[in-house]
T-cell receptor
Framework: ETGVTQTPRHLVMGMTNKKSLKCEQH?????MYWYKQSAKKPLELMFV???????ENNSVPSRFSPECPNSSHLFLHLHTLQPEDSALYLC?????????????FGPGTRLLVL | GQQLNQSPQSMFIQEGEDVSMNCTSS?????WLWYKQDPGEGPVLLIA?????ELTSNGRLTAQFGITRKDSFLNISASIPSDVGIYFC????????????FGKGTKLTVNP
């Protein structure tokens, strides 16, 4: 596997379910990101981890809970989501956190909340 | 709120035509990036710009960092069917956090 991988690629869940999204990067990077992509809206940064430490939480509701056990893996734990949370969730990584660092994106998880 | 205005929202062109799209902002940017996203995939970086006035090419793609640091454009020359996709501008705002802000994207359709 190369680059940034995400699983699952598609997920349908009810509002009372608990699920987790997984991201893995094989690039030796130290920063990882979660973005939300909704139709007709710009990509929204959710969380940033730099060397496993969370450095940014962009006012994300607590029903989204990130976890970064090491620099190669990033999880997004989901519970009691709302239908408006349906979107494409993209993971990205970069050598370090910072505006001049190129971010490499995974293919995303398409989430539908019923 | 919306910090980047990207236009046009969509374009329908014939194969072989040149394409131009741009992003503008009321804020000053330190970096400008252009990404392309194919259906079912994540965005892929096309060109990165770090200095005002910088003009950079990547094959048939050319992008420029505006002199005012408030805008950037992307040109695609001699379009081909595989240019189809959504193109996003992104950048980091001077004096802000170093997080990327994205435009809403330009959806490009190329008719063979």
């Amino acid at each position: 596997e190369t680059g940034v991988t995400q699983t699952p690629r598609h997920l349908v869940m009810g509002m009372t379910n608990k699920k987790s999204l997984k991201c893995e990067q094989h690039l030796g990077h130290n920063a990882m990101y979660w973005y939300k992509q909704s139709a007709k809206k710009p990509l929204e940064l959710m969380f940033v981890y730099n060397f496993k430490e969370q450095t940014e939480n962009n006012s994300v509701p607590s029903r989204f809970s990130p976890e970064c056990p090491n620099s190669s893996h990033l999880f997004l734990h989901l519970h009691t989501l709302q239908p408006e949370d349906s979107a494409l969730y993209l993971c990205a990584s970069s050598p370090r956190a910072g505006g001049k660092e190129t971010q490499y994106f995974g293919p995303g998880t398409r989430l539908l909340v019923l | 709120g919306q910090q980047l205005n990207q236009s046009p929202q969509s374009m329908f062109i014939q194969e072989g035509e040149d394409v131009s799209m741009n992003c503008t902002s009321s804020s000053i940017f330190n970096t400008w990036l252009w990404y392309k996203q194919d259906p079912g995939e994540g965005p892929v970086l096309l060109i990165a710009l770090y200095k005002a006035g910088e003009l950079t090419s990547n094959g048939r793609l050319t992008a420029q960092f505006g002199i005012t640091r408030k805008d950037s454009f992307l040109n695609i020359s001699a379009s081909i069917p595989s240019d189809v996709g959504i193109y996003f501008c992104a950048g980091t705002i001077q004096g802000g956090s170093e997080k990327l802000v994205f435009g809403k994207g330009t959806k490009l359709t190329v008719n063979p």
